[in-house]
């Protein structure tokens, strides 16, 4: 009550990035990326926020109900993870794969290499500034990929919070995840992709609308 007598609030903690975007860049850039949104809203273009996530078997649940003489844990069981890469809308169109091997420039490739053959308008990816997605063979393949309709979109660097993708893999570590799907790495294996395959179906986010400000 002391607290929020001084206006404060129990939130979660947000992680930040340690650098700040460069003001000029981003403003350009966040600019750009609204233009793109008004033409996606249009139904001018298809507009997709990419990203790579991986889940642990050390477990991502911050709260859950226990009660008295009950004792809640995660087994925590080192060397076990699921990388994923995702494609996301607004509208909850979602393209993704799963691997427990290292997500590589090569395997993003391989994903948009398949996407640009199976869009029906043109579409735009946006990503953000790993270092796979500024390696040398993912730069020669934009030119093909254009070709076909496909077009990528850095955000500015240290701007997460710009890519939508991110309020998806916490809706799947913080609720659609439970604790028992942490039990085995086979669990949580198909419990990820029993998840990720209903995005859109029986899982759906409500994004927040572009601020362009």
């Known amino acids: 009550m002391f607290f929020k007598s001084l206006g404060g609030g129990f939130r979660r903690i947000r992680k930040r990035c340690a650098n700040a975007p460069d ?17 996606s809203e249009r139904g001018e273009l298809d507009l997709l926020f990419g990203d790579a996530s991986s889940v642990s078997s050390q477990g991502y649940v911050p ?9 809640v844990s995660v087994p925590v069981k080192t060397g076990s993870k699921v990388n994923i890469f ?15 091997e290292n997500i590589t420039a090569a395997y993003v490739i391989e994903m948009l290499d398949r996407l640009s053959w199976q869009i029906c308008k043109d579409t735009v990816v946006v990503l953000d500034n ?11 393949r ?24 991110e309020t998806l893999w916490r809706h799947l570590k913080k609720e659609w ?35 362009a400000n």
């Open 177 to 211: 995840l439970y604790a028992a799907d942490y039990v085995e790495p086979d669990t949580l294996f198909y419990a990820v992709n029993r998840c990720l395959a209903n995005v859109g179906i029986t899982l759906n986010i409500n994004f927040s609308p572009f601020n």
């Open 86 to 100: 995702g494609l996301i809308s607004r509208s909850n169109q979602f393209h993704w794969s799963t691997t427990t």
């Open 63 to 71: 709260y859950g109900w226990q009660f008295p003489g009950e004792t």
């Open 23 to 39: 003001a000029e860049i981003f403003a350009h850039k966040r600019w750009c990326l609204g233009q793109l949104e008004a033409l």
């Open 142 to 165: 934009i030119e093909i990929w254009q070709r076909r309709g496909l077009y990528i979109f850095y955000l500015p660097p240290y701007s997460p919070h710009l890519n939508i993708a």
């Open 130 to 140: 790993a270092s796979m997605h500024h390696a040398r063979i993912f730069k020669e």
